[in-house]
């Protein structure tokens, strides 16, 4: 089983966020990201977030610093906090 995460640091964002969150399954991982977008960065759980999430999931753990070259991703406007 590979491990997945997602990187609030590989998100556009004006919050700057550091989060990075990690789990064995994609469902587990989801529900922790939803959790935490909803919670910090006040986003409405949807269909469509749950969408924007998934497209930022990598397998195994997250790196000790970010990797740059994702901050110029093209995020639609309403995902620009989401992570």
């Keep these: 089983m590979t491990r997945k995460f997602i990187d609030c640091r590989e998100v556009p964002s004006d919050m700057h966020c550091s989060v990075a969150i990690s789990a064995d399954n994609e469902d587990e991982l989801l529900q922790a990201a939803v959790d ?31 990797h740059m070259t994702n901050q110029a991703g093209n995020v639609p406007s309403d995902a620009s906090h989401a992570h």
């Design 36 to 66: 935490h977008a909803v919670s910090v960065h006040h986003h409405s759980d949807s269909p469509e977030l749950r969408q924007q999430l998934r497209q930022f999931f990598k397998d195994g753990m997250p790196p000790e610093l970010p």
